[in-house]
């Protein structure tokens, strides 16, 4: 059984920085995608970024240059490092992963961006 936990989510004010963090458990061989996104109520489930097995990295326009993603394959773990947030940032971030054609998810991290 795959599983996805997400930690590091919170409250912080504009312009500051959060770190993101999913830890994957569970049998699996390989990881191809991993993956972060993000939804508000009533919204659809966005990509905010996303890193492949080789290291390829792609970003949704809104967050480039404040976000970053990465990945340690040992451990089975992907990061979000959130800079210079803004209130739009505010959302339930949710950390996937693709593994043998299959796309996993976790329970999701609440990300608040206020003043």
């Known amino acids: 059984q795959v599983q996805l936990v997400e930690s590091g989510g919170g409250l912080v004010q504009p312009g500051g920085s959060l770190r993101l963090s999913c830890v994957v458990s569970g049998s699996i061989f390989s990881i191809n995608t991993m993956d972060w996104y993000r939804q508000n109520p009533g919204k659809q489930r966005d990509l905010v970024a996303v890193i492949n097995s080789g290291g390829t990295i792609n970003y949704a326009d809104s967050v480039k240059g404040r976000f970053t993603i990465s990945r340690d394959n040992a451990k089975k773990m992907v990061h979000l490092q959130m800079n210079n947030l803004k209130p739009e940032d505010t959302a339930v971030y949710y950390c996937?992963?693709?593994?043998?054609?299959?796309?996993?998810w976790g329970q999701g991290t609440q990300v608040t961006v206020s003043s």
């Open positions: 996937s992963i693709v593994t043998n054609g299959r796309r996993y």
